[in-house]
């Protein structure tokens, strides 16, 4: 989704805003723009495309020399990506770059528009930037107080006024935006890594707080004026986090940092053999009480709450339901206050998933996030967090985002158990115990990169393909489905396999690539013989199964195994092989890994 930054002080601003917006990339976006203040004037400048495509009209245009400005990358919701639609947006005294949606804009240009206002893009932002030069009456924060009580929607706005070539001013709600503090400079910022190479310290902008930012302090208030003071927040994120490291893409890189990332985020959890919660507030007496659990989020961390379902119902016996966070927000659900909502989400600000939160706490249920990024909406809303430890994710398409997301559940399916009296103490240790082996098991399914690379060459011509599997093979299908088509393109879809004979199985032709995850063993039978069924009607098989399986001569095509474990552990390995056959396929077709065309890393708008 769109990018904000902003700075000011000593440094050349264009090039802080250029290189900072470079670090927002991943987000996803289609235009990016600056506007920077130089010799009392604001100088604007966009472009269509990607951001070479700014840097390159700042060499042949005109490059803005100046101290103070916002920049902008434009993932296009209103109004196609075109150099006009991008931000800045503009009044005559003053300049917005705006992250989100303003849902009542046609009113508010509507009543422009009356008043003599036109407009140039067909953006909603552009009538935020000329409500703020309707309300201007010398009090820059005056105007933004005015504008707020206007406005509808989600926004998070970087905003310069002509008049204060010295000052940046940042409001938010409900999207994302920092304030970086520097020695004598200041920054704005939708996301940490837009500042690191510059600074780790930084302010939370919570909803509707103005700040006035200077080179030397940032001024906070609310939207009565009354002043507030905020802590300073010191990131943990480091640098080579945020860099490719020498690995071609991101992705490869994330795909191979999921030992690490599962480690870290495990490890500290379990004390004397046996997983621990309590750090996130979960309380043992709680986890055995709650009626039922309700796991709501969006895309990949949706399938990481298929496995969680999955293994709470098998170990705990508590009823878990799972909900696309866009659905559930939308179909009127029946909570109560004995309910549990496990919201999961990698960035903490989907859009949909932090509705679905709210919708809880409107009717009296708790709610445990499973949160990547430290500080994110999700994560200071929820009552109870459990922060992954993954580090930043920039790949779009998210690995070990999931990787951790499934651990963590797998911890709290144990602790339920245990806590139930399911399972005894030796037991949840045994589980436990073999959790912690897992770092080391997806270093070893790692071993299968070759295999993969040689079967996603088989993949580049496919025009659809279909995913299949049963249990905790099905979720893993999901993803592996998700994770092709985002990437390369190529149609598939999942498909739970006994559901094959219901009417998909007609789509299968010579051909035709059928990938079965067939790693549980008490499916595997049934697996088997859906995959024969495909087979004898011309599909091309592949299969990810555990090693050591022994198969019929001549069913798969391609046989890809992983470390055996136990069944209820296989995805945390089933998964390596499924995102590095995507990885691979969108490879070999050359196309774009890290920023899929059309998709946003972090979608905080619905
Ligand atoms: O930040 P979140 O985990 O809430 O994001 C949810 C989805 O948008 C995300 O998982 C998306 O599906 C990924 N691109 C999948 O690779």
């Not at 472009?47 to 495509?53: D, F, P, S, V």
């Not at 036109?118 to 930037?129: C, K, P, Q």
């Not at 001024?219 to 927040?233: G, L, R, S």
Request: proline share 3%; glycine share 6%.
């Amino acid at each position: 989704m769109c990018g904000i930054v902003g700075y000011i002080g000593e440094r050349d601003c264009t090039d802080v805003l250029i290189s900072s917006l470079s670090k927002l990339e991943y987000r996803g976006y289609d235009s990016a723009g600056i506007a920077v203040f130089e010799n009392g004037e604001i100088e604007v400048q966009k472009a269509k495309g990607e951001l070479k495509n700014l840097s390159e009209k700042l060499k042949t245009d005109h490059y803005p020399e100046g101290h103070c400005g916002i920049g902008h990358t434009r993932w296009a919701t209103h109004g196609e990506p075109s150099d006009i639609n991008s931000h800045p947006h503009s009044g005559k005294r003053v300049s917005i770059v705006h992250n989100g949606i303003i849902e009542n804009y046609k009113d508010l240009k509507k009543f422009l528009t009356s008043k003599g206002y036109t407009f140039e893009s067909e953006t909603d932002t552009e009538t935020v930037a000329k409500l703020l030069d309707y309300y201007y009456e010398g009090d820059p924060v005056d105007a933004i107080i005015k504008v707020l009580g206007d406005v509808r929607g989600a926004y998070a706005l970087g905003i310069i006024f002509k008049d204060f070539p010295d000052r940046i001013f940042a409001v938010r709600k409900d999207s994302p935006l920092i304030i970086g503090v520097g020695d004598d400079e200041n920054f704005i910022a939708s996301d940490v890594p837009a500042i690191l190479q510059y600074t780790k310290k930084h302010y939370l902008l919570e909803e509707n707080e103005i700040a006035t930012i200077h080179s030397d302090r940032v001024e906070f208030c609310d939207i009565h004026k009354t002043n507030i003071e905020k802590e300073v927040i010191v990131s943990d994120l480091d640098m080579d986090a945020a860099e490719k490291g020498g690995y071609e893409h991101f992705m490869l890189k994330e795909i191979h940092e999921q030992p690490n990332a599962v480690n870290t985020t495990i490890t500290p959890r379990i004390v004397n053999g046996m997983p621990d919660l309590s750090e996130c507030g979960i309380d043992l007496e709680d986890l055995k009480n709650y009626r039922k659990i309700f796991i709501v989020a969006c895309g990949t961390a949706m399938h990481a709450g298929v496995v969680g379902k999955y293994v709470i119902e098998k170990l705990a016996r508590t009823e878990v339901t799972v909900d696309i966070a866009s659905e559930f927000r939308y179909r009127n659900p029946i909570l109560t206050p004995d309910d549990l909502m496990i919201v999961i989400s990698q960035s903490g600000e989907t859009a949909d998933t932090k509705a679905a939160l709210h919708l809880a706490h409107d009717m009296g249920s708790k709610v445990l996030a499973i949160v990547n990024v430290k500080g994110s909406s999700i994560a200071r809303e929820a009552d109870m967090v459990l922060y992954t430890h993954a580090g930043p994710e920039i790949s779009v398409a998210s690995t070990k985002a999931f990787s951790v997301q499934m651990s963590v559940m797998y911890l709290l399916a144990f602790e339920m158990a245990y806590a139930k009296g399911i399972i005894d103490e030796e037991e949840c240790k045994r589980l436990t115990e073999e959790l912690t082996t897992i770092p080391d098991a997806i270093d070893k399914a790692m071993e299968c990169e070759e295999k993969c690379k040689y079967v996603a060459s088989k993949l580049v011509t496919a025009h659809s393909l279909l995913y299949i599997g049963r249990g905790l093979d099905y979720a893993l299908s999901m993803e592996g489905s998700l994770k092709l088509k985002e990437i390369s393109y190529i149609h598939s879809e999942s498909y739970a396999a006994g559901e094959l004979k219901h009417g998909t199985i007609s789509l299968v032709e010579k051909g035709l690539p059928v990938i079965s995850v067939a790693t549980q063993n008490a499916l595997l039978e049934k697996t088997v013989s859906n995959i024969e069924e495909v087979k004898s009607r011309g599909a091309f098989t592949i299969t990810v199964a555990k090693e050591g399986e022994e198969f019929a001569e001549g069913i798969n095509d391609e046989l890809i195994t992983v470390p055996a474990l136990d069944d209820i552990l296989m995805p945390m390995v089933t998964v390596i092989p499924l995102q590095l056959l995507a990885y691979y396929t969108t490879v070999l077709k050359g196309l774009n890994v890290d920023k899929p065309r059309n998709l946003a890393k972090s979608v905080t708008v619905e």
